[in-house]
């Protein structure tokens, strides 16, 4: 069905996505009690090694960075890029 390279890739998208929601809603927790937060620079790397998606619905849902526009059109920069890029390397 699958081989084993392929459940790995599958695996690290799945881990960094999952990655990108935990850290958007923890730094939002963070924000909330005045605690030290989570650096933007690692918010965007980890949607830059492929955790976008997880990224965008995580900073929806727990409505954080909501106000800066580099994250609300980052994020989805981000996304395409990625998604142009799996694209070509399919074909």
Do not use: C
Not at 24 to 30: A, F, N, T
């Amino acid at each position: 069905m699958f081989d084993a390279i392929t459940i790995i890739v599958i695996a690290y998208f799945l881990i960094m996505n999952i990655a990108g929601y935990v850290s958007m809603g923890l730094d939002k927790v963070k924000a909330k009690r005045n605690a030290w937060r989570i650096p933007e620079a690692t918010l965007f790397s980890i949607a830059i090694l492929g955790g976008s998606v997880g990224s965008i619905f995580g900073m929806f849902h727990f409505r954080h960075k909501t106000k800066h526009w580099y994250f609300v059109a980052g994020l989805p920069i981000i996304f395409f890029i990625q998604l142009a890029i799996a694209i070509q390397l399919t074909t």
